[in-house]
């Protein structure tokens, strides 16, 4: 069942009354999960379950649920196996004929996707991002042309690496940056990765979870930018970096030369 990504208000009243009720609450970490069910009251008894629980932890597991027990699995935050323990013990169950049913509820990536601005019609979540450079870049490139939103987690720590491996790949392409969603700084900032990372070199790394969503690639033949978008970006961008820095970036945006661009930026100061 999905739990509280954030503001523990959103949990749902049928996820309290399976937590009431059931036998047994399955666990990412019990002192996670003990937070949520201490703040409601709730009693109910709990068993650690996460991605290094073996075989025989599942076994028993198994056996608890044949003698007609009712266990309620949830992660730390959001939706079980999404990017959360949970695949191998649901096989498991289904495999030895148990019933599994899904309680829903609060979603990180899906509401960074409403958050975002960018095109919902159509998206592919793709969990987190490898760590090494060039894996990362690999998995970028075979996902360059997929008409649809691209959904990540990132950390913190890693954000500016694959912000530029995300220049390199995507070139002017919006991202958006969502972290802490449901508290209390909760921030959506949108831009180019270049843009992003102009901003998140000058101001310092964010805390928080983090989701990063790449918008889908420009159809062929349309214009990216109108000529007044373009002025207008280009006088935001040169309020906080040099000229050089403004024109490369909405040369990369608005699919002009970078000479075209830096003429621009150039009469841009001038007034």
Same mark, same amino acid.
């Given at each position: 069942?999905?739990?509280?990504?954030?503001?523990?208000?959103?949990?749902?009243?049928?996820?309290?009354?399976?937590?009431?009720?059931?036998?047994?609450?399955?666990?990412?970490?019990?002192?996670?999960?003990?937070?949520?069910?201490? +703040?409601?009251?709730?009693?109910? $008894?709990?068993?650690?379950?996460?991605?290094?629980?073996?075989?025989?932890?599942?076994?028993?597991?198994?056996?608890?649920?044949?003698?007609? @027990?009712?266990? %309620?699995?949830?992660?730390?935050?959001?939706?079980?196996?999404?990017?959360?323990?949970?695949? !191998?013990?649901?096989?498991?169950?289904?495999?030895?004929?148990?019933?599994?049913?899904?309680?829903?509820?609060?979603? %990180?990536?899906?509401?960074?996707?409403?958050?975002?601005?960018?095109?919902?019609?159509?998206?592919?979540?793709?969990?987190?991002?490898?760590? $090494?450079?060039?894996? /990362? $870049?690999?998995?970028?490139?075979?996902?360059?042309?997929?008409?649809?939103?691209?959904?990540?987690?990132?950390?913190?720590? /890693?954000?500016? +690496?694959?912000?530029?491996?995300?220049?390199?790949?995507?070139?002017?392409?919006?991202?958006?940056?969502?972290?802490?969603?449901?508290?209390?700084?909760?921030?959506?900032?949108?831009?180019?990765?270049?843009?992003?990372?102009?901003?998140?070199?000058?101001?310092? @790394?964010?805390?928080?979870?983090?989701?990063?969503?790449?918008?889908?690639?420009?159809?062929?033949?349309?214009? !990216?930018?109108?000529? !007044?978008?373009?002025?207008? /970006?280009? /006088?935001?961008?040169?309020?906080?970096?040099?000229? @050089?820095?403004?024109?490369?970036?909405?040369?990369?945006?608005?699919?002009?030369?970078? @000479?075209?661009?830096?003429?621009?930026?150039?009469?841009?100061?001038?007034?």
């Amino acid at each position: 069942m999905a739990t509280p990504i954030g503001n523990l208000g959103d949990i749902t009243l049928r996820a309290l009354e399976v937590l009431r009720g059931c036998d047994t609450i399955l666990c990412e970490d019990t002192r996670v999960t003990r937070k949520l069910l201490d +703040a409601y009251d709730l009693r109910t $008894k709990t068993l650690s379950y996460h991605d290094h629980s073996d075989d025989t932890k599942r076994g028993r597991i198994l056996d608890l649920l044949k003698e007609g @027990k009712s266990l %309620a699995l949830v992660s730390d935050a959001g939706m079980p196996l999404i990017s959360d323990p949970g695949y !191998k013990l649901v096989q498991a169950c289904l495999d030895a004929g148990i019933a599994v049913t899904s309680l829903p509820g609060a979603n %990180a990536p899906l509401a960074a996707l409403q958050l975002s601005g960018l095109p919902s019609d159509r998206f592919c979540f793709l969990g987190f991002l490898p760590v $090494k450079a060039g894996a /990362r $870049k690999h998995m970028l490139q075979d996902w360059a042309e997929v008409e649809a939103t691209l959904i990540f987690f990132e950390t913190a720590p /890693r954000l500016l +690496a694959s912000l530029k491996t995300m220049q390199e790949v995507f070139g002017g392409r919006t991202l958006a940056v969502v972290r802490e969603i449901t508290k209390l700084f909760e921030e959506v900032r949108r831009g180019s990765a270049a843009e992003l990372l102009v901003y998140y070199e000058a101001e310092g @790394k964010p805390r928080g979870e983090i989701v990063l969503l790449v918008g889908p690639p420009e159809k062929a033949g349309v214009k !990216k930018l109108g000529d !007044k978008e373009i002025e207008k /970006r280009l /006088r935001r961008l040169l309020e906080r970096m040099k000229t @050089k820095e403004a024109a490369y970036i909405i040369a990369e945006e608005a699919g002009i030369t970078r @000479k075209e661009a830096y003429d621009l930026a150039v009469r841009l100061t001038k007034e």
